[in-house]
């Protein structure tokens, strides 16, 4: 919360941020009957703004105009570098990204998941194996 314009509530779970509702009143000139007449109306609503969220994995391969993101501590699993990558580069610059919430910052200062890198040796393997194989059918085929 320290990074957002919202301030912390007693007797508020740390998560929970208060909506309040903005009333508003404004005057309307109109004709009624022949005659000009000034009506005032009072508006009460809630000021949210519609919006969706996916996870990183359903963003990969998108550019998106604007970003809110959580790369905060989930609380199941975790984060690695990759999913960082991937959320954090989704935005279509610096000035269109925002972060939700305070994150610990020594997750930039992990080192990669030993699984993944293994996984993502064999894959280029197998990419360097189809070069060789498809280099070698284009040989063949002239």
């Known amino acids: 919360m320290d990074r957002t314009r919202t301030c912390r509530l ?3 779970e740390e998560s929970v941020v208060p909506i309040e509702p903005a009333t508003r009143t404004f005057r309307i000139k109109m004709r009624h009957n022949g005659q000009n007449v000034v009506r005032t109306v009072r508006r009460r609503q809630f000021p949210m703004t519609p919006a969706y969220a996916f996870t990183d994995y359903r963003a990969q391969g998108q550019t998106l105009p604007c970003v809110v993101v959580d790369i905060a501590t989930p609380p199941s699993g975790g984060l690695n570098l990759f999913n960082l990558y991937v959320a954090l580069s989704r935005s279509a610059g610096r000035s269109t990204i925002r972060l939700l919430r305070d994150f610990d910052d020594d997750i930039f200062r992990r080192a990669h998941c030993n699984d ?24 063949n085929s002239e």
Do not use: C, P, S, V
Request: glycine content about 0%; cysteine-free; overall charge negative.
């Open 116 to 139: 993944l890198l293994f996984e993502d040796d064999r894959l280029q393997e197998e990419d360097d194996k189809t070069w060789k194989w498809w280099t070698f059918l284009q040989r």
């Open 10 to 12: 007693t007797d508020l």
